[in-house]
């Protein structure tokens, strides 16, 4: 009789039972990897009592099986490459003071994975919300606004912006562009009284994986228009430079009924306030910032070359430039001359540059590598500049209307 006591098991279900020791050892190895923070919060998600230790909490949580334990396992996964700063801001905001409590590590720190189990618990589809916030703090954005004067519509730009009518407007854009591309509408997030349009859209040509095999095709490329002030602003994040500008244009267009543009915004500072400001740098004198990096295009030496002054360890170079200057000459004399610094700023090297407007009116526009920083950072980054140096700083990122 097949399967009778003491016959030797066939193939099938020997495969069957090596596969079942395998899944329970690393069933097992995962939950002695855990952290007790997230062992606790598992325990409470799970209804798990009775037991004191984590040792002993980790053994209950063995017993009840890989079916209650393979959404954890999977949010675990989800874990490892999400920014904690977009994890932490989003479950402040939902989980309780309690379960912050449990996953928090000291005043500064969460545990990041334990902060993820407490959000599934609560509502599993909030992990699609942060899969999308995430790449806010991970992606440099173009500041942009309306040209000319639109007058608000009734319709609140939130109620405008609803699945079905990006969906059709991405449609018509598509079919407009005639590049046998794909704009995929995949979220709209209401964030910090923000609204986050999420498109993914093919990009460049590119060899792809397909059912096994390597065949031609386009890599995708993630969108991110970020409207705000009902539509008369709004921050593009993508790779690509004309496509996302043309879809928030059309957007713009659909939502005020009249044609719409948005262009790179534009804000003054003056050149005694950018030579005030390097001179507090290199002096030393900058509150939170050290300047570690200079790049001059036509430096003072014979023949007028590019130098760099740099400290790989972020260490301040003040110093070392005014020794450059009675030695050699003026560098920071001619703002023009200034390719760019970086500052080091809450341990990230964050480069400047000054963009000249009007030589003669001694005008320019001051932009950063808002990349290296994170949304939370970029918005203390610019606050500290208005209110200790009195002029903005603007991402170096821009877009432009493709131009045949």
Known sequence: MPGALGERPGNGTRSHTL??????????????GCTGRQIEILCKNLGINGAETIRQKKDYLYLTGDQR????????????????????????????????????????????????????HRNPADLQLIFHLDKIHKSGFARMRLTGQVHRPNQPFTEFLIPGMVTRILSDFDQAKGDRRISEFKNVVAHDGHHLLFIRRAERRDLILKAGEVVHGYRPEWIILDFAENAKRVNISSVSVSVPLEIANRLASAYFGKPCEYENENQITYSKQLERFLEILKD???????????????????????????DPESNPIGTAIGHFEKAVGRILANLDHIESIKVHYRKKRISLIFEKVDEAEGEYIVRYSDHRLNALERRSFESHFMETYGFPVLSTEKRFKHTR
Do not use: M
């Not at 020791?21 to 995962?30: A, P």
């Not at 904690?84 to 989980?95: G, W």
């Not at 509150?287 to 760099?308: D, Q, W």
């Open 19 to 32: 596969a079942l020791f395998h899944q329970e050892r690393f069933l097992e190895k995962w939950i002695k």
């Open 69 to 120: 334990l393979l959404p954890y396992l999977l949010v675990d996964q989800f874990a490892k490459f999400k920014s904690k700063v977009a994890v932490e801001d989003f479950a402040k905001r939902v989980i309780g003071e309690e379960n912050l409590s449990a996953c928090r590590i000291n005043d500064q720190e969460f545990d990041k994975t334990a902060l993820l189990f407490a959000v599934y």
């Open 284 to 310: 030393g004198r900058a509150s939170e910032l050290t300047l570690v990096e200079i790049v001059v295009a036509n430096s003072p030496l014979e023949g007028s070359p590019k130098i760099k002054i740099t």
